[in-house]
């Protein structure tokens, strides 16, 4: 007895016995033990003289034991879609992809919008991706992966970070209406707030000021800069 077709990288496949004499009845046996990988497996048996028989036996899939990162989540933008989109790709003991398996995405350090998607099966490649997990407050986070599937184990994705959308609010942040004797520096400067439309600071928008207003015949005023980029707050 040989074996004599096997999945390409299977390992592992033996045969109880390779040599064996017929009984009685003129029959002869052995047993397979499949390899590691998924698919078909051919046994063929041969006498001198008499030819030779060909067996065939198919591998399934094990259970679900193994999960791992497959796409990190990257940079990404306040209440837009986590970069990359981030995957995972859930196998058996073997390497062999596991179909169907729900996968659920948690986010450290904050919370997903409730339009998020957190909850993925994985397909016919073992992969489960997750296209629609949003973000709306800027900060560094991490994302945690759980499968549905008894003995494995959770994992974490790396560290990625979600910037601030576009500008769409600029409020007065300290400093209005002071008073001051005239021809003096004013003691605290006026200051705005950027942000985008989740309330998170935009960094590095440039805010121009001028004197829109003044008293009739006023002369001397200014302002220490008539152009300001905001910082990270």
Known sequence: FSITGEPSGASGQSLSTTSATTDGSGEASTTLTLGDTVGSYDVTGSVSGAGSVVFTASATAGAASDMTIETQPGASTAGGAVAGPASVR????????ISGVDVTASLNGGSLTGGSTATEATGLDGIASFGNLVIETAGSYTLTFNAAASGVS??????????????????????DGQSGEISTTLSSPFVVQVTDEFGNAVFGE???????????????????TTSATTDGS
């Open 90 to 97: 859930v196998t058996d003991t073997g390497g062999n992809p």
């Open 154 to 175: 959770d994992v974490e994705s790396a560290t990625f970070d979600v910037s601030a959308a576009s500008a769409s609010s600029i409020v007065a942040s300290s400093g």
């Open 206 to 224: 440039t805010v121009t000021f001028s004197i829109t207003g003044e008293p009739s015949g006023a002369s001397g005023q200014s302002l220490s």
